[in-house]
């Protein structure tokens, strides 16, 4: 189904959300016709906080937002779908765009297993009625939908659009980037010939798909290296528990920009405690690249100056190699949290592979190392 059609049917002015490869059609509409225009469009921090912008927005209008997201993002609206938008509570109507990662019976990422037998349930738990979109869908049915949704927003209750792989097309892809010369890969490099055998933990997507293969061209094996393929915004507290309970090792995170952003209090937690055996890399694009490479708003935050409120003795960016291998070194044998900031391009290679390994063999296989 063409999006713009789906977009038409739906007939809001309104869009919140996270970014989702499998709603990439969506995205690229969104970012064409309003960009980051925040009175029609605004790519948020995580899901929750996406919902409360929508429960915002009805308030100050009346009318009816909607919430675009991965379904992996369903664990983040509960809170408040469940104490702000239910009709026991304020009664706040929200129309949600899901992307169905990891449906039954279609091939997936494990992260997206379990996550994807439950994405129903979910909705239905939460007292939102769903209606799937499919590749074979009609635009009549998604009208008869709308028509069902909007007497239940009257009646101040939710609804959603369950969205299977490559049910909306579009007819471009938006080109996305920004003025950083660094590649990722590249940068990722430098990290792990300075960690040498110190625990790494990295965050979902392509950082971590990176890492795995920098590993394998390198012939080193995967046992230093934990890969967060799933619980985006994690991966900095795993990184932060990893080095409360292994002091006597230098422990490196290598975070993204849009999972930084999606959990930022963790930075507090971890600047007022400040392990003196962490390293937190921050790899900054200002995009949700791996998802298609919307913008995040880590395109205009000090997130230098963040880190230091958070408590960071040791904060700060970098924009060329020369000056990561620098700051790496130091962090190396630094006796303090430090946090690195690398600015970099947007972009990954094609051929760009997936970890050949199972999330449980990672995990077994990092403990052997670590305990």
Known sequence: MNVEEFIGIIGADFYAGV???QLRALCDCLMDSYGTDPRHHVIGANEGNCAAIAAGYHLATGKVPVVYMQ????????????SLLDDHVYGIPVLFIVGWRGEP???????????????????????IEAFVVGTETKPEE?????????????????????????ALSYGRKVAYSNGDT???????????????????????????????????ADGQGHQHDFLTVGSMGHSSSIAFGVALHQPGKKVWCIDGDGAALMHMGAMAVIGTNAPKNLVHVIINNGAHESVGGMPTAA???????????????????????????????LAKGREGLSLIEVKCAIGAREDLGRPTTTAKENKEAFMRSVI
């Open 19 to 21: 970014p989702d490869s």
């Open 105 to 127: 019976g279609v091939h997936d990422e494990p992260q997206h297993a379990y996550q994807g037998q439950v994405t129903l349930k979910l909705l239905e738990d939460m007292g």
């Open 142 to 166: 998604v009208q008869a939908a709308m028509v069902q949704f909007r007497a239940r927003f009257s009646q101040g209750k939710s609804a959603a659009f369950v969205v299977r792989k490559g």
């Open 71 to 82: 379904n992996s993002g369903e664990g983040n609206v509960i809170n408040p779908v469940a």
């Open 182 to 216: 660094m590649l990722r890969e590249e940068a990722i490099r430098h990290i792990v010939r300075v960690s040498g055998d110190d625990p790494v933990i990295s965050t979902t997507g392509k950082a971590s798909r990176e890492l795995f293969e920098i590993r394998e």
């Open 299 to 329: 395109g205009k935050v000090d997130l230098v100056g963040v880190a230091k409120a958070c408590g960071y003795p040791y904060a700060v960016s970098v924009d060329s190699y020369g000056t990561l291998d620098e700051e790496l070194r």
